[in-house]
């Protein structure tokens, strides 16, 4: 089981660029979690989703689009990267909402100059 | 709002010594609690949970973590360290049924000396 894939691993984007950050899990999962990772702030949920076509904002979501058109698929959408958005990014996934624990990918580490 | 307080950012222990990581939560009904760990260029991973019954929770790698409801606190507790359990530790905190409002600690970084 490959579990939550999360591509690229690093990117580099130029002030007012868009990049879409990937999300994909195979467990069957219907909730799914964007959250962003800043040195000492522990992690920010920006959104999140509870099914296929359903989703949400989270504590951060300004700058951030989702889209959930499939169970498995979950990308994260910058459109006009900003140097705040430097940041690392991990994409998670869960069966239900709050006894299972959350599934992590790597992360994407994202520098925007 | 619930709040989740790791007090101590950065803690160095020798290898084979034993390890107490504190957690200190904000909220008003007891909620589900985790620990979660992460090594360096990886995600996060459970380490264990509690959820209700025995204050005492075993997870994996040699972890417990008791719940003490007087002091709002879920500390994480090792008897002897290994230097592969070097890593970052976040306790997080949900209400019941709401995975969605998941809040995390800002994280304690463990560090082991031979």
């Known amino acids: 089981n490959a579990g939550v894939t999360q591509t690229p691993k690093f990117r580099i984007l130029k002030i007012g660029q868009s990049m879409t950050l990937q999300c994909a899990q195979d467990m069957n999962h219907n909730y799914m979690y964007w959250y962003r990772q800043d040195p000492g702030m522990g992690l920010k949920l920006i959104y999140y989703?509870?099914?296929?076509?359903?989703?949400d904002k989270g504590e951060v979501p300004n700058g951030y689009n989702v889209s959930r058109s499939t169970t498995e698929d979950f990308p994260l959408r910058l459109e006009l990267a900003a140097p705040s958005q430097t940041s690392v990014y991990f994409c998670a996934s869960s069966p239900d909402r709050g006894y299972s624990p959350l599934h992590f990918g790597n992360g994407t580490r994202l520098t925007v100059t | 709002a619930q709040s989740v307080t790791q007090p101590d950012i950065h803690i160095t222990v020798s290898e084979g010594a034993s390890l107490e990581l504190r957690c200190n939560y904000s909220y008003g009904a007891t909620p589900y609690l985790f620990w979660y760990v992460q090594s360096p260029g990886q995600g996060l991973q459970l380490l264990l949970k509690y959820f209700s019954g025995d204050t005492l929770v075993q997870g994996i790698k040699g972890f417990e973590a008791e719940f003490k409801r007087s002091q709002s606190s879920f500390n994480l507790r090792k008897p002897s360290v290994h230097w592969s359990d070097a890593a970052e530790y976040f306790c997080a905190v949900a209400p019941q049924g709401g995975s969605e409002k998941l809040v995390f600690g800002k994280g304690t970084k463990l560090t082991v000396n031979p």
């Open positions: 989703s509870v099914g296929a076509g359903i989703t």
